[in-house]
T-cell receptor, first 115, second 111 residues
Framework: EPEVTQTPSHQVTQMGQEVILRCVPI?????FYWYRQILGQKVEFLVS????????KSEIFDDQFSVERPDGSNFTLKIRSTKLEDSAMYFC?????????????FGPGTRLLVL | QKEVEQNSGPLSVPEGAIASLNCTYS??????FFWYRQYSGKSPELIMS????GDKEDGRFTAQLNKASQYVSLLIRDSQPSDSATYLC???????????FGGGTRVLVKP
């Protein structure tokens, strides 16, 4: 059973369009992460979100990106105006454990293709 | 210098042999270390975590950590064709922080 589910599994969009990627936790977690992986490249951190606030964000996470938890359960990543280079797999991750023993488990991902 | 470095491979091993994967990291403040397995087109799947120097064994997998040398390794014993995947090394500097990944080592287990 997955730790989190993500929807959609695949999304194709036109450049300049807005996309919303969703992460649905199986249980009630406070700490979430978004990562992305461009085809053939390494997994990169985007943003961490704790208790309804951004905890840390990377240089990749510019003004085109936003995260929120609109209804207290779903956790969304929005890209306002997609670019070709946004094409990637986007992974949501949740944590388990505490302190130095904290471990992150990844959802199945959303494959985004920007045309 | 890359934060987390891995040999990209492919590492080709015969079925039943031991696969040995290596990873080095640059930040001495790193506290937690992980190995993820990633099949093509799939998400990273956690296979091992290690937090203190020494060895940690879980089934056919053994992780080794040497903080003085900033080195973490993964051994896969009795390699199976289903172990063919990309293995990602990742580190966390402190609790609650992001995972920083290496580029991964592709492993091919040949029957």
């Amino acid at each position: 059973e997955p730790e989190v589910t993500q929807t959609p599994s695949h999304q194709v969009t036109q450049m300049g369009q807005e996309v919303i990627l969703r992460c649905v936790p199986i249980s009630n977690h406070l700490y979430f992460y978004w990562y992305r992986q461009i085809l053939g490249q390494k997994v990169e951190f985007l943003v961490s979100f704790y208790n309804n606030e951004i905890s840390e964000k990377s240089e990749i996470f510019d003004d085109q990106f936003s995260v929120e938890r609109p209804d207290g359960s779903n956790f969304t990543l929005k890209i306002r105006s997609t670019k070709l280079e946004d094409s990637a797999m986007y992974f949501c991750a949740r944590t388990t454990g505490q302190g130095a023993m904290e471990t992150q488990y990844f959802g199945p991902g959303t494959r985004l293709l920007v045309l | 210098q890359k934060e987390v470095e891995q040999n990209s491979g492919p590492l080709s091993v015969p079925e039943g042999a031991i696969a040995s994967l290596n990873c080095t990291y640059s930040d001495r403040g790193s506290q937690s270390f992980f190995w993820y397995r990633q099949y093509s087109g799939k998400s990273p799947e956690l296979i091992m975590s290690i937090y203190s120097n020494g060895d940690k064994e879980d089934g056919r997998f053994t992780a080794q950590l040497n903080k003085a040398s900033q080195y973490v390794s993964l051994l896969i014993r009795d390699s199976q064709p289903s172990d063919s995947a990309t293995y990602l090394c990742a580190v966390i500097k402190a609790a609650g922080n992001k995972l920083t990944f290496g580029g991964g080592t592709r492993v091919l287990v040949k029957p």
